[in-house]
């Protein structure tokens, strides 16, 4: 066992013309199992988001592990705590539906699309976290606040937009992603820059997936404890 730790620790992974973080490259194979988990509605998509974003978070909490940048990746770093923290949210949600009957195709959540008053709450979201995560990126000296501000900013609101199972999630992610590969590109951080284009490809299939589902499946009804969570 502690061989295993020490190597997921410390440890490198031999590519031509170099070498990878084994926290890097292991931290988002995490993230992709959650995503595909996420895509099928299936509550352990959180707990094992989890288990990368902890990975993860020690990355970019230093820069030692880039190969062209020295200072810290403050966003990218501050969105795994944010994932962490809106993970549990999901966990918990995500859990209270499965439990009180879950979606009608057996997901533990039925995807439909916000509306009008969510997608406002969203903007402002947006608008007000890309502000704040600036003005915090630029004072704490992380690399390239401008860009980071938005990964940052665009990761809460598609992360959330997941606990609450609205379709538009998947759209903040391409947006997401389309800014996360360049920079992280820039920053030599090219295991995740890889992963973000596979993710790439797992959100439009999502989104594809959710946006079928949110025409068919529907919360599973009856009882007072499904529209009281529901609610929620």
């Known amino acids: 066992m502690m061989p295993l730790i020490e190597w997921l620790l410390d440890g490198t992974i031999p590519v031509p013309g170099g070498e990878l973080s084994a926290r890097e490259v292991v931290g988002n194979l995490f993230g992709l199992a959650s995503a595909i988990l996420g895509m099928r509605r299936v509550v352990w998509a959180w707990p094992v988001g989890l288990v990368g974003n902890v990975l993860l978070f ?13 200072e810290p990746l403050w966003g990218q770093a501050g969105r795994q705590v944010f994932f962490a923290a809106v993970s549990l949210y999901g966990w918990w949600r995500w859990s209270r539906l499965r ?26 979201l947006g608008v007000v976290g890309y502000a704040v ?3 915090v990126l630029l004072q704490v000296g992380s690399w390239g606040p401008s860009t980071e501000a938005w990964i940052l900013a665009g990761s809460m ?8 199972g609205w379709v538009e999630f998947w759209l903040v992610w391409v947006l997401v992603d389309v800014v996360g590969v360049t920079t992280l590109v820039q920053a030599g951080y090219y295991p995740t820059a890889g992963m973000y284009l596979v993710y790439a ?16 499946v529907v919360e599973t009804s009856g009882t007072e404890k499904t529209e009281e969570v529901v609610a929620a």
């Not at 439990?99 to 402002?124: F, N």
């Not at 609101?157 to 609450?164: K, P």
């Not at 797992?202 to 025409?215: C, K, T």
């Open 201 to 216: 490809v797992f959100v439009v299939i999502g989104f594809v997936v959710w946006l079928r589902a949110s025409r068919t």
């Open 157 to 164: 609101l598609a992360t959330y937009g997941m606990a609450r």
């Open 99 to 124: 439990d009180a009957g879950g979606a009608s195709d057996g997901g533990a959540i039925a995807p439909r699309w916000a509306t009008g008053a969510e997608r406002a709450q969203l903007l402002v």
């Open 58 to 70: 020690t990355v970019f909490a230093t820069g030692e592990l880039s190969g062209a940048v020295a």
């Open 133 to 135: 995560a600036y003005v």
